[in-house]
């Protein structure tokens, strides 16, 4: 069965299951008590609650959903079914002409230097009517030309991305991710222009990524001083941008017809919603909803993804070892970024040891009673990286397994 997020009535009789971890995680380990890890489950209420509350928190403004964060190709679909969700924000080409076969809106993410995937996007004027290309410097026009010159080809589409970095007061300094060096709106309009002038080329969109601001916590327990300042460096960066995304999409639509301006991500689908220069917000992580979401202030998703790892060892009696574990995110190295054990309740890792790529050894209150055999239910940190490691999802709906669902992997692809 195709998976279906339509929205179904909650009464206060029927309130969301994940709000009692004891009965949520005990229905999941039930329905899949047949099942022998390492597997993931997608839990279909969780999953809907999360499409809906992100369509919401945008407020009118549709959400382009960012691959990368999901990798399965049947939630792609089932998002994009709902009003609300338009296109695909995909992080490679050779992806985004796969998705290209049966989507007719792809934006890809990133530049790219894949010759042979260039070659094939100039090829076809469907793919090149579907996809857009990412684009901050002359040389990726270059680039492009290199594989196939614009007299042999048929146009391509491509998006200007804009640095959506706040250079902060001193000590703090540059704040966000290293993407595209277009900061100011004169150097957007001067690429915009550029752009514009070269034969072969159709400029329709334009991206701004503020992760500085969608993609930190700002409501961890216990780190009252940290996140107080995250929510300074918030507002102060949203304002910031506000003005400067404004001007230079102001400037940038004096040379070209844009279709889309893409801003935003999970975490500041409310902030990025309120910018009138912004017409769609790339989002995709918080359907899943890892661990990371968890500690924002904005919004409560539900734990849509998890998945089962097997007790192996008993190295001591208070103690258990599961196989595998070390699913760990991307971002600067640290405890934040590996998996956690939800259940049984009370499971930490070791200090000196945490998750590993072969083992995870855990104490805690509940590891004197896991035995050989049992499992230990973890949640991820983000998102993609449990569609990295799993063929397919199980899909769990009450007490039952409804679907299996498989990922990029499961379909055979691994884009990077």
Request: glycine share 12%; hydrophobic share 35%.
């Given at each position: 069965m195709a998976i279906s997020l339509t929205a179904h009535e909650r009464t206060s009789a029927s309130p969301a299951p994940w709000r009692s971890p004891e009965k949520y995680w005990s229905s999941i380990d039930n329905a899949t008590a047949g099942e022998d890890p390492p597997f993931g489950v997608l839990h279909i209420d969780a999953l809907r609650f999360n499409a809906h509350d992100m369509i919401r928190r945008a407020a009118g403004t549709p959400i382009r959903i960012a691959s990368k964060s999901v990798r399965v190709r049947s939630v792609l679909d089932a998002a994009l079914s709902l009003p609300g969700f338009e296109g695909v924000l995909a992080y490679t080409l050779p992806e985004a002409l796969w998705l290209a076969e049966s989507i007719d809106d792809v934006v890809v993410g990133y530049p790219t230097a894949d010759r042979a995937a260039i070659a094939q996007l100039a090829a076809s004027e469907t793919l090149a009517s579907r996809v857009t290309l990412m684009v901050d410097s002359a040389e990726h026009l270059d680039a492009i030309d290199a594989v196939v010159p614009a007299d042999k080809r048929t146009v391509i589409r491509v998006c200007l991305e804009l640095d959506a970095s706040w250079n902060a007061p001193p000590p703090l300094g540059r704040l966000g991710t290293w993407r595209s060096p277009i900061h100011s709106p004169q150097a957007a309009r001067s690429l915009a222009e550029y752009i514009v002038s070269r034969p072969g080329f159709e400029l329709v969109g334009m991206m701004?990524?503020?992760?500085?601001?969608?993609?930190?916590?700002?409501?961890?327990?216990?780190?009252?001083?940290?996140?107080?300042?995250?929510?300074?460096?918030?507002?102060?960066?949203?304002?910031?941008?506000?003005?400067?995304?404004?001007?230079?999409?102001?400037?940038?639509?004096?040379?070209?017809?844009?279709?889309?301006?893409?801003?935003?991500?999970?975490?500041?689908?409310?902030?990025?919603?309120?910018?009138?220069s912004v017409t769609e917000i790339a989002a995709g992580s918080g359907l899943f909803a890892g661990h990371l979401f968890d500690g924002f202030r904005a919004f409560d998703p539900a734990p849509a993804a998890s998945f089962a790892l097997s007790v192996v060892r008993k190295p001591r009696a208070d103690m258990a070892t599961i196989l595998g574990g070390g699913w760990i995110a991307s971002g600067p190295p640290g405890v934040e970024r590996l998996p956690k054990p939800v259940w049984p309740e009370g499971l930490r890792m070791m200090p000196r040891e945490m998750a590993g790529e072969v083992q995870t050894p855990v104490e805690g209150v509940s590891a004197a009673r896991l035995a050989i055999g049992d499992r230990v239910?973890?949640?991820?940190?983000?998102?993609?990286?449990?569609?990295e490691r799993l063929g397919e999802f199980l899909v769990v709906d009450g007490d039952s397994i409804v679907d299996r669902v498989p990922t990029y992997r499961g379909e055979g692809k691994a884009f990077l």
């Open positions: 701004a990524y503020e992760g500085q601001i969608a993609g930190v916590p700002d409501r961890e327990p216990g780190k009252a001083a940290m996140n107080a300042l995250v929510g300074w460096v918030k507002r102060q960066s949203r304002a910031e941008l506000a003005e400067r995304r404004g001007e230079a999409v102001a400037l940038v639509r004096e040379i070209a017809d844009l279709r889309f301006v893409n801003g935003g991500g999970t975490g500041s689908l409310e902030s990025t919603s309120h910018d009138d239910w973890l949640r991820h940190n983000k998102s993609g990286e449990l569609s």
